[in-house]
Structure formats: C-alpha cells, structure tokens
C-alpha cells in the first residue's frame, strides 16, 4: 500500500512540475506574487521576472539583477540571460513550512546602479504527498471490568506532514459493541481521537478486544493510515482517580529560572489505601522535548521549569498529566495544562546591510538610496516593534520601505565633496520594550566628486610691470589658478584666447598650459608700446570642462636705451653744428643762442642736462644748464679773438647716463657788419624759426590730443568702476629745454619716472591712454610726484 502511495506521489509530482503559477501582482506592496506546487522538478519555470518587472533583457544584466539569500543552496535562481526564475532544488514544502497553512518564500531581489529592491513573494501549494501515520502499530490498553459506561481513553493522534485540507480530517473505528469514537479539536488542525465506553466489559465472556483505527486526510483520492488497538479487560479497582479543577492553566514568562513553579495539580481517588494514593506523572504521549522542559512531581503534583523558557520557539504549551492510584490494577485519569508564555525584551535588533554603495556623487538628489538595510526582531508585540535612525548630524536619513523591518538609507540634503568627502555615521535600531534594546551598525560613504567648481585665479586682474627690452628665455611673468574639485576636475591648463576685437597682443606672448608661466616673444619696446591688456583661460580636465577667465594688465617701464637728439644747431649735412656771429660791442648777458634737445625716453631718462665740454675762453660765455641758453659773460675787449669754438654736452639722467655733442662757433664781427650779416641771418633765422615753429605745432596739438583722449578714457572708466585710483601730484616751475614733463612715483623700495603731455595737478593717470601714463595699483602703500619740466 506505501508502495502504491509512493508511485502515485512521483505520478503527480511529474505532472505538477509542469504547471507554472499564475503572477499576481499587488500594488498595494509593490510585490510580484507567484504560485507552485511542491515537489516539482529542478529547472522548472517560475515565471518571467523581467516581463513582470516592465524590464529589458539588457537592464537585467547590466544591472546585476539578482535574488540576496543568505542561503548556500538556495531553492531559486535567476538567469540574467533571460530574466526568467527558475527553480534550483527540489521544493519540499513540508520541510520548508512544516505544517503552516500557507507557506510563502518571500525573496528579496536588486538591481544595482541606482539601487532598487524588489519583492518576489512565492507560495508553494501543497500536494498530498504523505499519508497518516501513527506512532506505533499498536496500542495496548488495559481497562477494568468495572468501568463504567462513558469513560474516555484518549488515543494517541496520527501524524501527516502535510498541511490544509491534507492534514488529518477523520477518524474511523471497525465496528464493536463497547466502543465509540469521539474526536477533539486540539487547534493547530490538529485532531485528538478518543474511546468512550459504550457498554460495561465483561472479562468472563471476553478478556481481550481488538479494534483499528484510521486516520483519513481530505485529499483527492484520500490517503490513510491505521493503528491496531489491543485493549485487555482487568480486573479489581474500580474507581478512577478525579481531578479537582476541569481546566488547568497557568501563564509563565520567558526565561524563567530552572525551579520556577508552574502550576500544581491536584486529583483524588474515592478507594482506600493503596488504591487511592495517587502518583503524579506526564502522559505517555506527552513529547520528550517538554520532558527536558517541564518536571512534575509525582507527589505533589507541582511542575516546575527544568529547562530554557523562550517564546521566539513556543508561545505556549499543551502537556496532559496523568494522575494514576496504587492499585494492583491502577485506574488513571488524564488532565491536559495549558501554559501561556509571556514574551520578555530579550532580543535586540539584528542589522542587516542587503546592498550597498560604499560612493555616492556630490551630485545625487535628495532622495538617493545609499544603502538598504533589515532589521528584525524575533521578539513579539511592543518588544518587536522596532526604529531605526541615524545618530550622527550628517546628511542621511533612513526611510522606511513598504516591505515590514527593510530601511534604506537615503540622502537627506545636498552633498558638497569639498566640505567633506567622507562620512562615518552609525545606524541604530532600537525597540519599544520595557527596557529597550537596541544594536549598533556603523557605514561608510565617500563622496565622489563632480566637477561643479571653476577654476579660481589668485588675483583678479592681474597687474604687472616689465621693463622694455626684456629677455625673451626666462617668463616675463605668471597666473595661477587652484580647483577645489578633485583629481582631473582639478587638473588645469592655460591658455590665452585670440582676441576678436583685433588686439593682436597676445600673438606676442605664449603661456605654459601646464604652469601658467608667461613668456614673451618679442622684447618690448616703451616709446612703441606702454601698456597692453589681454585675458588668460584657466580650464579644468572635468567632463564636461569648466573654465574661467581672468584680466592682465601689462605696464611697460622704461628704460635709458634713448640718447639726446640735438634739434639745434643741425647744419645742412645734418651734423650738430652750428655758426652764430655777435657784434664785439655787445654787453654781459647776450643771448648768442640756444642749444635745444630731445629725449625719446620718460622720468629722469628723459631730463637733459647741458653743460660746456669745451670752450675758447671760459670768462667769456656761458651756458644754462637746464635750458641749453648761451650766454656773454662779460663785454669783449680788443685782445679777444673773433672766432671762438663751444662744444655744448648734452647729457640725460638715467643711471647709464646717455649723452650728445652740439659744436657752436662764435664769430665776434664788427657792428656794421654784424648788422648786415643780421639781415641775411635773420632771414635765414626766420625760415629755420618757421620751420621749428611748424614742428613744434605738430607736437603739441598730438600732445593735446593724447591728452584729451586720456581725459575721455578717465570719465569713462571712473563711471563703469568703484575703484578710484587717483594721485596727488606736485608741480614744479616749467623750463624751456625739453618738450615734455615728467612724473616720478615710488612703489616699495623702487622709484620711477615717466613722461607725457603737461598735466593739471589732480589729474588721474589711468591704463590705456598713449601719453605715457601709469597706472597707481594701490594709493595707500604708492605715492606719485609730478614734475613739469
């Protein structure tokens, strides 16, 4: 019969491995929910995840689509291939769920980058694969002759591992005279037979009896099981021991001490002597497990705790005492304790970490999961009620899932790498016990960085002095710029961009793109070029790049590289020679001539000085210094020769000073013919004055338009900046020997001068303008004089 059972369970198991649930899907919990039957094969299709899911093939395996199980064989796999579950083993739905009425595998699934959770609910139907199955394949029961009609035996319950409606559903008994069956619910489905005494024995007519009983499932076709039942008629005591209290219950907390009394029962027998001295003991049914448990004493009847009280295991017991006389022939009678356990807070929290990111972008939204986490409890009620919250102030939170005790750790406000690029923060899970408990998990996260920062320059503008003729191998000058991002977000290049306006400055310079070090390819000269303006990129490696721009002022400084041009006396080959006759009658202090100068270069380059290298007689003329006049020193006398030879050195004031040579030759001639030669001269005078004249117009009206410009460029800038840079100038008596004035300033320990157009006291010097102007960077730590010469 066990064989005919066997094949028809594999019959079926084949047939139902073939079946494939339908999908369920519950939006409520956001779970995807299949059905099978146990016993199919491995291999075996589940149903298609990615369908389901709304997902490609391709995400599925891009993303690492997976079942978290901290099982080493687990029952299901899924082929990333595919994205179909299939089964790994053999699902043994007894050996999963016991005798639960409903057995649900719920799964956890994830998809990583971002993180995602997804719920697979499975629930295996049962199939009746087993039959009833008693302890033993007879019962013996000895019962007296004078037992009365209506006593109860109870029957030791048959076993059937599956669940539901293939549990255990009937009990039957083979036809007899004495005997009837009544069956008790037990709870749990489960379904205690028992044997009431229909009609007295009667020992003489028949000392022993046998009955079977079966025990009958709810499966289609049922399946069954039976047990023989020797019951042998005694003799003698006929009075059975009674309990005092119909129902006995008693309620224990968990984790009770080794010794704690229970309960104590309490039966009596209406016999005397030793037919009613009642002994004390757990039924023969009762399980080993609650032997190791519980002890009673066979006495007093008082049980006590012998063994670990936990109510994760068992929230409550069933035990059947028994309580027997002493006589020859001992009646008994059966109570059954129930015994209520109350749960303790014994059980702190356990922390699981389901999947992680150990880094997250400085950029992710509010809201991005970091990490998902369980938390589980094995307590119950409030004990088992748990919170999770972060301790530390930092930038996460933890928010609950839909799915009971699974958390996932979400950024709560923007992430900033270059204000902290590293996080360590603990997880706490705490329950509502009275005390509470509660278990510590400490995560990691760094953030990684975005490139959301420009490039910053030191200084903006930059502002530099070089002086003309500058070296063309060492940098002229240099910017720098700092990232506060990290690695190629910080990695940075220069570059000057052409200039579309047309200033072609740049074409003259070339920047080191790794350094920011500026070298000129030309030397610069001052009287050509005095100030120049260009930008400068600075650019990240980021992608995308980032870059920012910055201004460069450049002022030319000038150098004594210009030697004195001597405007007169030129002779007609062009030499600085001249010829200039007076009348012998003249008196001390005549005007003969003036020697006139000019020097390209600004400041004390540019400030000529005249003095006599060499002269005929040094008591007869001399000579400004600073205006170039030669003058008589003292009248002529009679022994004084008429030809005299002044060589006038005209010399600038720059440290290397430069110098020129003009040659006068005096010719002292009579009156009467100094008149004449006047006429002629003045003539000539005339002409070369007109032609000075001339020249002299042309300068000052480009000078007054230079300084008009600058004027315009003043206003202009003082109306678009904040900055006022002015300076206060001193002006000195104006002097006839040059055709400029000058302005000395000092800047630190270093002292300069340059040279423009004449300007009012008050005048503000500002960048751009052609008049050899400067700009003051700073008027608190640079003070500026001007001198008119």
Known sequence: MEQRGRDARRAR?????????????????????????????????????????????RTLKNRKYRIVSSSTEPLFHV??????????????????????????????????????????????LDVNDHSPVFPEKEKRLEIFESTLPGARFQLQPARDPDGGQFAVQQYTLSHNDHFRLEVKERGEDRKMPFLILKKPFDREALREHRLLLTAIDGGRPARSGTIEILIEVLDVNDNSPVFTKDVYSAILNENAAPGTLVIQVNATDS?????????????????????????????????????????????????????????????????????????????????????????????????????????DDLDSGPNGQVSCFIREDVPFAVSPSLQDNMYAIVTKSRLDREEKYFYEFTIVAKDSGEPSLSSEKIISVVVSDVNDNRPQFSLSPYTF????NNGLI?????????????????HISYHIPRDSSGNNVGLFLNINSENGYILAL??????????????????DSGTPSLSSNVTVNVFILDQNDNAPVILYPVSSNGSAEGVEEIPRNVNAGHLVTK???????????????????????????????????????????????????????VKDNGNVSLSATATVIVKVVEPKEAF????????????????????????????????????????????SKSTDYTSKYLQEPNYDGTLCHSIQYRSGEKRYMLVGPRMSVGSTIVPGSHANTLMLPDRRTMTAEVRHI
């Open 13 to 57: 198991g084949y047939l139902v491995g073939c079946v494939v649930a339908v999908l369920l899907w519950s939006v409520a919990s956001a779970q995807i929910r299949y059905s099978i039957s146990e016993e199919i094969n491995e291999g075996t299709v589940v149903g298609n995840i990615a369908k389901d899911l709304g997902l490609d093939k």
């Open 79 to 124: 082929d990333q291939d595919d994205g179909i579950l299939y089964v790994s083993r053999k699902v043994d739905r007894e050996e999963i769920c016991e005798r639960s009425n409903a057995c649900v595998i719920n799964l956890k699934t994830v998809l990583e980058n971002p993180l995602e959770i997804h719920y697979v609910a499975i629930e295996v």
């Open 271 to 375: 016999d005397e002597g030793a037919n009613s001295e009642i002994v004390y003991s757990f039924g023969k049914e009762v399980d080993k497990h609650l032997q190791k448990l519980f002890s009673i004493d066979p006495v007093t009847g008082k049980i006590k705790v012998t063994g670990l009280i936990d109510f994760e295991e068992n929230e409550s017991y069933e035990i059947d005492i028994q309580a027997s006389d002493r006589g020859t022939v001992p009646f008994s009678a059966d109570k059954t304790v129930i015994i209520k356990v109350i749960d303790l807070n014994d059980n702190p929290p356990e922390i699981e970490v389901t999947s992680f990111s150990k880094s997250v972008p400085e950029d992710s939204k509010i809201g991005t999961t970091v990490a998902l986490i369980s938390v």
């Open 465 to 468: 002095y070089i002086t003309e």
């Open 474 to 490: 060492a940098p002229v000058f240099s910017v720098r710029a700092s990232d506060l991002d990290d690695s190629d977000n910080a």
């Open 522 to 539: 030309k030397s610069f000269d001052f009287e050509t070029l005095k100030t120049f303006q260009f930008q400068v990129v600075a650019t």
């Open 595 to 649: 020697v006139r100068a000019y020097d390209a270069d600004i400041g004390y380059n540019g400030w000529l000085l005249f003095s006599l290298q060499e002269v005929t007689d040094h008591s007869l003329f001399g000579l400004d210094r600073y205006t170039g006049q030669i003058r008589t020193l003292r009248s002529f006398t009679e022994t004084d020769e008429a030809q005299h030879k002044l060589v006038i050195l």
């Open 676 to 719: 004449a030669a006047s006429d002629v001269k003045s003539a000539t005078m005339d002409e070369e004055d007109n032609n000075v004249t001339f020249y002299l117009m042309i300068t000052l009206g480009s000078v007054s338009t230079l300084f008009l410009i600058s004027i315009i460029v003043l206003i202009a800038m003082q109306c």
